[in-house]
């Protein structure tokens, strides 16, 4: 079976921390840990190997800051960097017999704008040049992880989805809160990742797996795709000589993350400060649990980089179907679309999406099979109680740009909103409007 075919089938385990490994054997504070891929191979191919006999079906390559926005003044290029990592798992799998080889993608270190000088699209290069190479090079999946920022996250799986046709895993750092460091919540994580079409999602680093056990159980029963947990061995302190150790040691991480799979994470391993040693445990402490089942999530999403609103709850009974323009360019004009009049459009849902694809790439629509959450580059949203029958308001969150947001309802959604049956809105398109104070949903059409 393919990785994907497994997802969600049985419990798959990953690795462990990679960095504490590459210091034990002598990486210098400052050097750069993706030179090792080239400079000290064996070491590479014997961390790798170690996890994978440790009971590890997928390992990650040593490529975290593998990105050209990271790799300053390096004398290798990124695709040498990239195809070693991969050379290199390729070996220590080969050696150990099995397992899968994940590419390993981390963030950029740099916030994206405007909260930071990122431009979104200069990020989203630099990771389709890792994840290109990656590809090329033969992973067989794009692992995204340590994210703290939704919308660079979205970067990295936009990335990853026009790079190649590989499963795509991605997971955040939480904090012991809940939040993200730019104010992302579980649904906004959820809402995002799946309407994004990722294979799995949820949680790594931040903290060990009793600080983040109300967490990643919220993304549990959110999810409709399987759930990773990855967090670190306890916290981490440091000792007098300035030594770095971590406070829960390989028994209690196994057992506090083993009662998490119980209750439906479905890909489990860890971050900061676990070893082979925390995984071989896992792997003991997992034998003969299967992960609560998957359940598919109804939630109709509205989200931002905050946080996510399940659009039952608002009351969108009296909206009519979007209007289309017979002009591409007047999706962008909607005073010259409103002078002019737009005729509905008739065709289904999934022939919209193609023409808005090819008409306005830029507003290229992503979605997951159970959430309705249309998760535009622009959208930034939280919704209000201002409401009336025809025009919801709707106060954004922070750094939103001008742009289009869609969402639809699915077939089959059960749950009622306010004033109707949410059936009644199976394929019809809504047409949000955002600005830098505002959005709102407005009635297209007669």
């Not at 170690?50 to 695709?79: I, Q, W």
Request: hydrophobic share 40%; charged share 20%.
């Amino acid at each position: 079976m393919t990785l994907r075919d497994c997802l969600g089938r049985r419990l798959l385990l990953l690795d462990g921390g990679t960095g504490t490994q590459l210091q034990a054997r002598g990486l210098k504070a400052g050097e750069s840990p993706e030179c090792w891929n080239l400079e000290r191979r064996e070491d590479l191919i014997a961390i790798h190997r170690s996890y994978y006999e440790a009971g590890a079906d997928l390992v990650m390559t040593n490529t975290f800051g593998a990105n050209r926005l990271k790799l300053h003044g390096c004398p290798y290029s990124v695709a040498e960097l990239v195809t070693a990592a991969v050379e290199n798992l390729r070996a220590a799998r080969d050696q150990a017999g099995h397992g899968w080889l994940g590419l390993d993608i981390g963030p950029t270190g740099r916030l994206l704008a405007p909260m930071g000088d990122l431009d979104f699209d200069e990020a989203r290069a630099a990771f389709a040049e890792t994840i290109q190479a990656g590809a090329a090079a033969g992973a067989d999946a794009v692992v995204i992880e340590t994210m703290t920022d939704l919308y660079e996250l979205k970067a990295a799986v936009l990335a990853a989805k026009e790079s190649c046709s590989l499963p795509v895993l991605a997971t955040v750092a939480f904090s012991e809160n809940g939040r993200l460091l730019t104010g992302g919540d579980p649904a906004a994580l959820v809402a995002l990742l799946e309407g994004l079409g990722v294979d799995a999602l949820g949680l790594n680093c931040g903290a060990g797996p009793l600080q983040l056990s109300a967490t990643v159980r919220a993304v549990v029963e959110l999810a409709s795709v399987p759930v990773i947990f990855k967090p670190n061995a306890g916290l981490p302190h440091t000792s007098e000589c300035g030594c770095v150790h971590y406070d829960i040691d390989a028994d209690t991480f196994a057992t506090a993350v083993a009662e998490e799979v119980r209750r439906g994470v479905w890909v489990a391993g860890g971050c900061c400060g676990t070893t082979p040693a925390h995984i071989a445990k896992l792997r003991d402490a997992c034998a003969g649990i299967t992960p609560a089942a998957l359940t598919p999530n109804p939630a109709v999403w509205l989200s931002s980089g905050s946080q996510a609103v399940d659009a039952r709850s608002l009351d969108l009974s009296a909206l009519a179907p979007i209007a289309v323009p017979g002009d591409p360019d007047d999706l962008l004009d909607v005073d010259r679309g409103a002078e002019e009049g737009w005729e509905m459009y008739k065709g289904g849902f999934e022939d919209y999406l193609k023409w808005l694809s090819a008409a306005a790439p830029d507003l290229r629509k992503q979605t997951g099979t159970e959430c309705a959450g249309a998760i535009q580059r622009y959208s930034q949203l939280t919704v209000t109680t201002e409401s009336t029958p025809t025009e919801w308001t709707l106060t954004l969150g922070n750094f939103v740009d001008e742009g289009w947001l869609f969402f639809r309802a699915n077939e089959g959604t059960p749950g009622r909103v306010t004033g109707g049956e949410l059936t009644n809105l199976t394929g019809n398109l809504y047409l949000l409007k955002a600005n830098a104070d505002t959005i709102h949903i407005e009635k297209k059409g007669a």
